[in-house]
């Protein structure tokens, strides 16, 4: 597969961010939003049996790229030292996984999930790009989402990252992003 990975141009840590930091992380992904949805796109059409993809923002190109991220996505094993800034948050009687996301399926993620979310955007009525500014304890605060007519708001890039574990641990279809895009089109609209 020919990829080459998002590269931020600041630190992101949604955490201690503040709000000018969000707006200007909220332009900078925008501004490299047809790029990146072209990154994919080569990256999909290098990976053999998938040289015919298109990123044509259908409800339907959804279904072959699921059965692409299947294909591709991985985790890593994580290092002592993350391990130990897990367990530190962490009450004694869990024990945090050992491996995550690798950092190409993390990349990925946010590739597939500016591409979901067009896909969404241009293919239900009434739904636009958001950053939501009200409370910090607001789980999305200041993130890219869809948003609709009601308070429901979608992080697409946290719905395809949770979607890749889930491909990872079979614990779902490929067929997954499509079955998504009909649930969160109703959920919406």
């Known amino acids: ?49 998938f040289e015919d993809w298109k990123p044509d923002f259908s409800p339907d190109s959804l279904v072959q790229l699921g059965v692409w991220l299947k294909r591709v ?14 367990r530190v948050n962490l009450p004694s009687y869990i024990t945090p996984k050992d491996e995550d996301l690798s950092f190409q399926t993390i990349s990925l993620s946010v590739d597939i999930g500016m591409y979901f979310g067009e896909v969404m955007r241009k293919n239900v009525a009434g739904l636009r790009w958001d950053q939501i500014f009200g409370s910090r304890k607001f789980a999305r605060f200041g993130r890219p989402v869809i948003a609709g007519v009601g308070k429901i708001v979608l992080d697409p890039v946290i719905v395809v990252a949770n979607v890749a574990s889930a491909l990872i641990d079979g614990r779902n279809s490929p067929q997954l992003l499509r079955e998504l895009f009909d649930r969160w089109s109703k959920n919406l609209s």
């Not at 200007?24 to 796109?41: K, T």
């Not at 996505?73 to 897990?86: Q, Y």
Request: glycine fraction near 2%; proline fraction near 5%.
């Open 1 to 49: 597969m020919i990829y080459t990975t998002l590269q931020l141009p600041f630190k992101v840590d949604f955490d201690t961010m503040s709000k000018k930091d969000f707006i200007s992380y909220g332009q900078w992904f925008h501004s490299v939003m047809p790029d990146r949805i072209d990154e994919l796109r080569i990256a999909v059409n290098s990976t053999p049996n």
């Open 73 to 86: 996505a991985c985790n890593r094993k994580l290092t002592e030292e993350e391990l130990d800034k897990l």
